[in-house]
């Protein structure tokens, strides 16, 4: 989302520097414009990257600093205080907080810090409604100083990257092709998918996830267990997912909560109709009317498995990119240069 936004934000406007806190493993390095001046601050936590910011923050003297980490977000507004005065911070927020803060150590702890410092900032944006609601209601922060900015997805690139030709993309031509993405962790909720694949009893179903992460041997383990091994490919990170969500007959997220789906709205502008959760962050704000998508009716394995099996019965056609014009990036650049601009 980052190197979207600059690389299409007006250059007669604005001079950019981007600080990355680490840079192993970074897979969009290669797509970053070259007249952003880049640092590498070479740190594996937030909190070892805190000194270095400051300095950094100092030095630059920057107009505007734009954060879009939620531990770098607080960590910024609790500076401030350190940090240069003319300077605005705004914030982006990436998830529902008071989900992920369930999961956490001294949630209430977490939850008082939120609530103290995250106002001190200048502004937050949050990616959908949900999750501006959640920060007002459970943090009590001002609603003035949020604004609604939906994530910009860059049709032209996915239009080009979808086209690309693919190895190999499952095993037989008569089966159902489900594709799922993200990290293989609990808020994504691949167990559910795993189960609801399983739940619909057929063999023709055949589900493709692309994506790394910690629960990546218990969900394949899962599958043997549930008797749908054969049925569900893992096929790692992929660098062009775009190629994948094109040749799959639908996109399904199953997500206990999101920041903004960014991967399903990727694929709807592939054309690829999306079966989905209700989940909390932006889902609801996407789906809502859109012909040949389907809602499960609560956040659960059987209503995601009745989801799928309603989408099988209607008649199953390819969405048209008018779905994703309101998220293009040639729309959202143009809110992210007015809150800049301020």
Known sequence: MVVTLLRHLDRSLFRFSLAVLDTRNAVFLVDLPDDVEFMDLACKRVRYALPELIILIRKLKPDVVFSTLSHLNLAVAILKPLLPNKTRYIARETSIISHILRSYRYSQIWSLLYRWFYKKLDLVVCQSCAMQSDLVMHFKFPESKSIVINNPIDLERINALATEPLAYYGDRDDSI???????????????????????????????????????????????????????????????????????????????????????????????TPAIATPAPGGTREILDGVDGCVIASDISARALADAIYQWIGTKRERLNTEVVEPYTVKNIIVAYEQVFSA
Not at 193 to 219: D, F, N, Y
Not at 245 to 268: C, I, Q, T, W
Request: net charge negative; hydrophobic share 45%.
């Open 177 to 271: 092709k489900l594709i799922a993405a993200g990290r293989l962790s609990e808020e994504k909720g691949f167990d559910m998918l795993i189960e609801a694949v399983s739940l619909l009893h057929t063999k023709r179903i055949e589900l493709t996830l692309l994506g790394e992460g910690p629960l990546s041997a218990q969900l394949k383990q899962l599958t043997e267990q549930k008797g749908v091994a054969n049925q569900i490919n893992f096929v790692g990170f992929q660098p062009n997912p775009y190629a994948w969500f094109a040749k799959a007959d639908a996109f399904v997220l199953s997500s206990r909560y999101e920041g903004f789906p960014n991967a399903m709205l990727e694929a709807m502008a592939c054309g």
